[in-house]
DNA sequence: CGCTAGGTTGAATACGCTCAAAGATCGTGG
DNA sequence: CCACGATCTTTGAGCGTATTCAACCTAGCG
């Protein structure tokens, strides 16, 4: 059990406990009990995977779709010149979709960067669901277009953005993501990301990913600990990047 | 009427026509007669476009989709620094999902690149389709996987591969997925895009573009008279790319 | 205590950008 | 029908950001 854990190291089966995945539908829109009890049936059959291990396996997963509880995963492509592209991330509160990736032939693959809690779900559970509460078929597709949305600003800060820009809009991206599932403490969470990582996602070489660090935190921008960032100065971090909150938008905020 | 449009010049209410998306999904997968002429009622309404015209408006389009029957269309974002990324194209044979846009705050915006003609639908026509033709549903899955799939090549694109590879990479693309939709000879597409909205595409200067695509020319790759590129060797084009065609994948083909 | 993975730093290089200016193409209006 | 303007393309030259190569440092783990 390593060190970053710690925050979220709750019972698994407590009653109380508040799975992230609803925690970030809450966020979207306030749910009725009868809806978050809806919503504890995805989360019935739970699984582990070890630090980077492979996850999607086209073979073994086919009609299962995982939500993650804890830890990070990330899908990516490993070009033959031996570079790799990360995709995207998968947080905690997050589902990936592992039929859809079979339904058409993927050039990518997923795997875990942490140690990870997951739930198990068949595609069906989910229709039953939204069968019966059309409000949570709305929430999903929201969900749904938030995600494509985070690819959107996947492409758009690689294409258009210098490395210092990038790199303060992945970061601010990731906070925000994590602070819905409840993930920060006073603008800090963990990352446990390797600056080798970092730089294969925002499309740069770790040498050039480590100096951007650097200046971002000898600009008091950011601040790095083990594996806990700090994000010093959210507005001037936003402005640099331009940062919009694309990637987490309610609909209607009735709380 | 354009030249480059002439290959398409077909009345357009006549039985015999052969909308683009039927025949993307005829592509798929083969289609009874029942399934196509529901496919139709897709295509009651249509809509023309300008070139340069704004589709994305989030005010006044709630809840209509549009297929692409004819001509280019983009999705971008334009940053503050007057830089501007293309994020993806729709072609013809594309659903131009405008609800989904309008569910989340989006950063971008929807334009047409050259003239345009649309079908125009409402999401519960779908709906009931679905729900009819279960099987034109999982291809509709099979179609919106495909889309991310694009999403993801082009982060790949951009993050990774050399500016020669790239517009290699974009090129394939576009040629397999406009062939898909019976809109190329011999290798040779009409390619309606400037080399400013390329370089836009693939996150380089329009100078770069321009030489690029000279590289290209002068390694006997591709050619280029006015608007008609051919690609001239599609093999070699793949290998440079590292091409391979996740954008159209058919689940079964039983023709 | 030594190994391995990750982080840091320097120096040389290269890929792609910016600035600038000159052609080409096309639509439009005189 | 030609001339003009606007947009797009082409080419040159200098510059800058980011890469590569290489070495060394650090921390964690067996």
Redesign the interface.
């Known amino acids: 059990m390593h060190a970053q854990f710690k925050p979220d190291h709750i019972p698994k089966q407590s009653p109380k406990h508040v799975w992230p995945f609803i925690k970030k539908l809450g966020f979207l829109q306030q749910l009725s009990q009868e809806e978050i009890s809806q919503l504890r049936k995805l989360h019935e059959k739970t699984a582990v995977f070890e630090k980077y291990q492979e996850i999607l396996n086209p073979r073994d997963t086919q009609g299962q779709w995982l939500i993650v509880n804890r830890g990070w995963a990330c899908?990516y492509?490993d070009?033959?010149n031996g570079?790799?592209?990360v995709?995207n991330y998968y947080l905690p509160g997050d589902i990936i979709n592992l039929p859809?990736?079979n339904?058409?032939?993927?050039?990518?693959a997923i795997s875990s960067i942490t140690p990870m809690h997951v739930s198990k779900f068949k595609p069906d559970t989910l229709q039953n669901l939204f069968a019966l509460h059309p409000k949570l078929e709305s929430l999903y597709?929201?969900i749904?277009?938030?995600e494509?949305?985070l690819?959107?600003?996947?492409?758009?800060r690689?294409?258009?953005?210098s490395a210092y820009e990038r790199t303060a809009h992945l970061l601010l991206e990731l906070y925000h993501r994590l602070k819905v599932v409840g993930q920060t403490v006073d603008n800090t969470y963990s990352m446990p990301l390797t600056q080798g990582l970092l730089a294969?996602t925002?499309?740069m070489s770790f040498v050039h990913m480590n100096r951007t660090l650097h200046k971002l935190r000898s600009d008091n921008l950011i601040a790095i600990q083990s594996e806990k960032i700090s994000l010093l100065d959210l507005d001037k971090l936003a402005e640099i990047a331009?940062y919009?909150n694309?990637g987490f938008?309610a609909?209607t905020k009735e709380s």
Chains 1, 2 share one sequence.
């Not at 339904?103 to 990518?108: E, L």
């Open positions: 899908r492509t070009l033959s570079s790799r592209q995709i859809a990736l339904v058409s032939k993927t050039n990518y597709d929201l749904h277009g938030n494509e949305n690819l959107v600003e996947q492409v758009v690689i294409g258009r953005r294969d925002l499309g331009e919009q694309a938008v609909l």
